[in-house]
C-alpha cells in the first residue's frame, strides 16, 4: 500500500534559520509523482513542487530546495534562511494511479513549523 | 485567472442532517477531486470526477456521494451527518493529462 510518513510533527525554529522537512514514502509502482504543498492557517493547500520518480535532479527555488533520494524514498524540503511568513504546515504527497489512470494523492499527516521572531 | 472556488466557507449542522458542498474548478480544468481533513490530520481522498462521471473513489461511505455538471463544476453531499464528519473539506482540480492538483480554499463543516 502507498504510505507516506513525514515523522516531525511540529518545528520551531527562529528567523533565519534553516530548517528541513522530512518526508519518506512508500510506493510498488514505478512511476509515481511526489509533491509538496503548504497549508497556512487560512486553510488552503498551496501547491509547491511535483517531482517525478524518474528525475532525482535535486530542485532550487529561491530559499526553497528539495532533495529527492530513491535509494532512501526520501524527498525532504529545507527551506533557507527562514522568515516567520514560512510558518504553516507543510505536507508531502505521493501519486496514486488507479487501474483506469485517474489519480489521488495520500498525503502523510503534515509538519507544522513555527518560525519565531 | 480565477483559482478553484467553494462554498460555503464555514457550516454548522447537526446530526442526521444532509448538506452540500460546492466546487468550481480553475478555469481551464476538467477534473475535480475531494478531500476530507479532520484536525491535525493530512487531507483523505473521498473522490473524483471527471467527465461528469466519478472515477475514482476513497474508503468513505455511501453517504458521500457527489457531481460533475457540464461546466466542470462539482457538489459534495454528505447524508445521515455524523459528528465525525466534522472536517474542513477540500475541492481540487487539475487538467485530465496533468498530475498537479490545486486546492480551493476548503469548507469547513461542523456536526453538532
Known amino acids: 500500500a502507498q504510505k507516506v510518513t513525514q515523522a516531525q510533527t511540529e518545528i520551531s525554529v527562529v528567523e533565519k534559520e534553516d530548517v528541513t522537512l522530512d518526508c519518506v514514502y512508500e510506493t510498488r509502482d514505478t512511476t509515481y509523482y511526489l509533491f509538496w504543498y503548504k497549508q497556512p492557517p487560512s486553510g488552503e493547500l498551496v501547491f509547491l513542487i511535483r517531482r517525478n520518480s524518474f528525475d532525482e535532479q535535486n530542485e532550487i527555488s529561491g530559499r526553497y530546495s528539495w532533495n529527492f533520494q530513491k535509494s532512501t524514498s526520501s524527498f525532504n524540503f529545507t527551506i533557507t534562511a527562514s522568515q516567520v511568513v514560512d510558518s504553516a504546515v507543510y505536507f508531502c504527497?505521493?501519486?496514486?494511479?488507479?487501474?483506469?489512470?485517474?489519480?489521488?494523492?495520500?498525503f502523510g499527516k503534515g509538519t507544522k513549523l513555527t518560525v519565531n521572531p | 485567472d480565477a483559482g478553484v472556488t467553494q462554498s460555503p466557507t464555514h457550516l454548522i449542522k447537526t446530526r442526521g442532517q444532509q448538506v452540500t458542498l460546492r466546487c468550481s474548478p480553475k478555469s481551464g480544468h476538467d477534473t475535480v477531486s475531494w478531500y476530507q481533513q479532520a484536525l491535525g490530520q493530512g487531507p483523505q481522498f473521498i473522490f473524483q470526477?471527471?467527465?461528469?462521471?466519478?472515477?475514482q473513489r476513497g474508503n468513505f461511505p455511501d453517504r458521500f456521494s457527489g457531481h460533475q455538471f457540464p461546466n466542470y463544476s462539482s457538489e459534495l453531499n454528505v447524508n445521515a451527518l455524523l459528528l465525525g464528519d466534522s472536517a474542513l473539506y477540500l475541492c481540487?482540480?487539475?487538467?485530465?493529462?496533468?498530475?498537479?492538483?490545486?486546492f480551493g480554499p476548503g469548507t469547513r463543516l461542523l456536526v453538532l
Open positions: 481540487a482540480s487539475s487538467l485530465d493529462w496533468e498530475e498537479t492538483q490545486y
Open positions: 470526477y471527471y467527465e461528469e462521471e466519478e472515477r
Open positions: 504527497a505521493l501519486s496514486v494511479f488507479s487501474q483506469g489512470g485517474s489519480e489521488k494523492l495520500v
